[in-house]
Protein backbone atom coordinates (compact mmCIF):
# COMPACT_ATOMS: atom_id res chain seq x y z
CA UNK A 1 0.00 0.00 0.00
CA UNK A 2 2.93 2.22 0.47
CA UNK A 3 3.66 2.67 -3.70
CA UNK A 4 4.58 6.67 -3.30
CA UNK A 5 8.14 6.62 -4.98
CA UNK A 6 7.60 2.73 -6.66
CA UNK A 7 10.34 -0.04 -6.17
CA UNK A 8 13.00 1.93 -4.70
CA UNK A 9 11.15 4.08 -2.18
CA UNK A 10 9.56 0.71 -0.87
CA UNK A 11 13.34 -1.19 -0.28
CA UNK A 12 13.83 -0.06 3.43
CA UNK A 13 10.13 -1.17 4.04
CA UNK A 14 10.58 -4.70 2.38
CA UNK A 15 14.08 -4.76 4.11
CA UNK A 16 12.49 -3.89 7.54
CA UNK A 17 10.03 -6.80 6.86
CA UNK A 18 11.44 -9.68 5.16
CA UNK A 19 14.85 -9.11 6.76
CA UNK A 20 14.38 -7.19 10.07
CA UNK A 21 11.19 -8.96 11.51
CA UNK A 22 10.54 -12.35 9.50
CA UNK A 23 14.13 -13.36 8.72
CA UNK A 24 12.91 -14.24 5.94
CA UNK A 25 16.04 -13.09 4.00
CA UNK A 26 19.84 -12.05 5.38
CA UNK A 27 21.70 -9.03 4.51
CA UNK A 28 23.19 -10.80 1.65
CA UNK A 29 20.07 -12.29 -0.13
CA UNK A 30 18.61 -9.16 0.20
CA UNK A 31 21.09 -7.22 -2.03
CA UNK A 32 20.97 -10.34 -4.23
CA UNK A 33 17.50 -9.63 -4.63
CA UNK A 34 17.57 -6.30 -5.05
CA UNK A 35 20.70 -6.57 -8.03
CA UNK A 36 18.48 -9.85 -9.81
CA UNK A 37 14.80 -7.80 -9.06
CA UNK A 38 16.65 -4.71 -10.87
CA UNK A 39 18.04 -6.58 -13.77
CA UNK A 40 14.87 -8.49 -14.93
CA UNK A 41 11.90 -7.05 -16.74
CA UNK A 42 9.11 -5.66 -14.54
CA UNK A 43 8.68 -3.81 -11.32
CA UNK A 44 11.24 -3.42 -8.63
CA UNK A 45 8.53 -4.52 -5.76
CA UNK A 46 6.58 -7.11 -7.89
CA UNK A 47 10.03 -9.04 -8.53
CA UNK A 48 11.28 -8.59 -4.86
CA UNK A 49 7.64 -10.29 -3.90
CA UNK A 50 8.34 -12.50 -6.23
CA UNK A 51 11.45 -13.84 -5.12
CA UNK A 52 10.80 -13.84 -1.60
CA UNK A 53 7.53 -15.60 -2.07
CA UNK A 54 8.99 -18.29 -4.08
CA UNK A 55 11.62 -18.90 -1.38
CA UNK A 56 9.31 -19.29 1.08
CA UNK A 57 6.53 -21.09 -0.55
CA UNK A 58 7.96 -21.89 -4.09
CA UNK A 59 5.45 -21.37 -7.02
CA UNK A 60 2.27 -20.76 -4.88
CA UNK A 61 3.77 -18.21 -2.67
CA UNK A 62 5.27 -16.66 -5.87
CA UNK A 63 2.11 -16.06 -7.15
CA UNK A 64 0.18 -15.03 -3.64
CA UNK A 65 3.15 -12.73 -2.98
CA UNK A 66 2.76 -11.03 -6.31
CA UNK A 67 -0.82 -10.91 -6.21
CA UNK A 68 0.03 -9.26 -2.61
CA UNK A 69 1.73 -6.59 -3.78
CA UNK A 70 0.32 -5.71 -7.21
CA UNK A 71 -3.70 -6.06 -5.84
CA UNK A 72 -3.15 -2.82 -3.19
CA UNK A 73 -1.86 -0.52 -5.60
CA UNK A 74 -4.57 -1.40 -8.52
CA UNK A 75 -7.31 -0.99 -6.15
CA UNK A 76 -6.03 2.40 -4.88
CA UNK A 77 -4.71 3.45 -8.69
CA UNK A 78 -8.86 2.51 -9.60
CA UNK A 79 -10.38 4.10 -6.42
CA UNK A 80 -7.90 7.54 -7.68
CA UNK A 81 -8.87 7.31 -11.00
CA UNK A 82 -12.37 7.38 -10.49
CA UNK A 83 -12.15 11.02 -8.79
CA UNK A 84 -8.81 11.94 -10.62
CA UNK A 85 -10.75 15.14 -12.26
CA UNK A 86 -11.91 16.29 -8.82
CA UNK A 87 -8.30 15.41 -6.38
CA UNK A 88 -6.42 17.26 -9.03
CA UNK A 89 -7.05 20.77 -8.15
CA UNK A 90 -7.47 20.54 -4.76
CA UNK A 91 -4.61 22.99 -3.26
CA UNK A 92 -4.23 20.35 -0.44
CA UNK A 93 -4.00 17.95 -2.35
CA UNK A 94 -1.34 19.06 -4.11
CA UNK A 95 -0.10 20.35 -0.46
CA UNK A 96 0.07 16.25 0.70
CA UNK A 97 1.65 14.95 -2.72
CA UNK A 98 4.80 17.80 -2.14
CA UNK A 99 4.98 16.48 1.32
CA UNK A 100 4.80 12.82 0.06
CA UNK A 101 7.82 13.71 -2.25
CA UNK A 102 9.95 14.95 0.33
CA UNK A 103 9.46 11.13 2.38
CA UNK A 104 9.95 9.27 -0.47
CA UNK A 105 13.43 10.98 -0.72
CA UNK A 106 13.81 9.82 2.89
CA UNK A 107 12.51 6.11 2.12
CA UNK A 108 15.39 5.84 -1.15
CA UNK A 109 18.14 7.28 1.23
CA UNK A 110 17.13 5.27 4.16
CA UNK A 111 17.38 2.02 1.74
CA UNK A 112 20.90 3.30 0.10
CA UNK A 113 22.36 3.65 3.34
CA UNK A 114 20.72 0.63 5.07
CA UNK A 115 22.52 -1.49 2.43
CA UNK A 116 25.33 0.58 2.09
CA UNK A 117 26.27 -0.34 5.41
CA UNK A 118 26.01 -3.92 4.65
CA UNK A 119 28.32 -4.18 1.59
CA UNK A 120 32.02 -5.01 1.81
CA UNK A 121 34.05 -1.78 1.03
CA UNK A 122 37.24 -1.95 -0.50
CA UNK A 123 38.91 0.21 -2.96
CA UNK A 124 36.92 -1.48 -5.82
CA UNK A 125 33.80 -0.43 -3.78
CA UNK A 126 35.07 3.11 -3.86
CA UNK A 127 35.86 3.39 -7.19
CA UNK A 128 32.58 1.96 -9.04
CA UNK A 129 31.07 4.37 -6.50
CA UNK A 130 33.39 7.46 -7.32
CA UNK A 131 32.92 6.92 -10.87
CA UNK A 132 28.91 6.10 -10.95
CA UNK A 133 28.76 9.72 -8.91
CA UNK A 134 31.00 11.55 -11.32
CA UNK A 135 28.70 10.12 -14.59
CA UNK A 136 25.68 10.52 -12.65
CA UNK A 137 25.80 14.24 -11.15
CA UNK A 138 28.48 16.42 -13.71
CA UNK A 139 28.24 13.47 -17.40
CA UNK A 140 24.20 13.45 -16.67
CA UNK A 141 24.57 9.74 -17.56
CA UNK A 142 21.54 8.09 -17.98
CA UNK A 143 20.96 5.59 -14.85
CA UNK A 144 20.60 2.08 -16.87
CA UNK A 145 24.67 3.23 -18.43
CA UNK A 146 25.87 3.71 -15.53
CA UNK A 147 24.31 0.03 -14.21
CA UNK A 148 26.30 -1.33 -16.93
CA UNK A 149 29.39 0.56 -16.79
CA UNK A 150 29.63 -1.05 -13.33
CA UNK A 151 28.50 -4.40 -14.36
CA UNK A 152 31.63 -4.43 -16.71
CA UNK A 153 33.67 -3.27 -13.71
CA UNK A 154 32.48 -5.44 -11.53
CA UNK A 155 32.97 -8.60 -14.20
CA UNK A 156 36.50 -7.17 -15.36
CA UNK A 157 37.34 -7.24 -11.73
CA UNK A 158 36.60 -10.65 -11.08
CA UNK A 159 38.17 -12.01 -14.39
CA UNK A 160 41.82 -10.13 -13.05
CA UNK A 161 41.10 -11.16 -9.72
CA UNK A 162 40.39 -14.80 -10.32
CA UNK A 163 43.61 -14.71 -12.45
CA UNK A 164 46.06 -13.20 -9.73
CA UNK A 165 44.59 -15.65 -7.12
CA UNK A 166 45.73 -18.60 -8.03
CA UNK A 167 49.02 -17.19 -8.46
CA UNK A 168 49.78 -16.23 -5.08
CA UNK A 169 48.47 -19.73 -3.81
CA UNK A 170 51.06 -21.37 -5.72
CA UNK A 171 53.91 -19.15 -4.55
CA UNK A 172 52.75 -20.33 -0.78
CA UNK A 173 52.63 -23.49 -1.91
CA UNK A 174 56.16 -23.08 -3.29
CA UNK A 175 57.36 -21.82 0.03
CA UNK A 176 56.47 -24.65 1.65
CA UNK A 177 52.68 -23.50 2.58
CA UNK A 178 53.15 -19.83 3.49
CA UNK A 179 52.99 -18.80 7.28
CA UNK A 180 52.47 -22.40 8.70
CA UNK A 181 55.69 -23.33 7.89
Same mark, same amino acid.
Given at each position: ?????? $?????????? %???????????? *???? =? !???? *? #??? $??????????????????? $???????????? /???? !??? !? #????? *? &????????????? !??????????????????????? =????????? #?????? &????????????????????? &?? /???? %?? %????? /????? $??? %??
Amino acid at each position: MFTFGG $GYAMISLIHA %EVVDNMKWLDDD *EMMN =M !IIVA *E #STP $GVLAVNTATFVGYKIAGVL $GAAFATIGVVLP /SMII !ITI !I #SLFFD *E &FKNLKYVAYAFNG !IRAGIVILIYNAVTKLAKKHKKD =MFYYAVLGI #SIVLSL &FVKLNAVYILLIAVVLGVSYS &FI /SIKF %EP %EAKND /SDKNG $GGA %ES
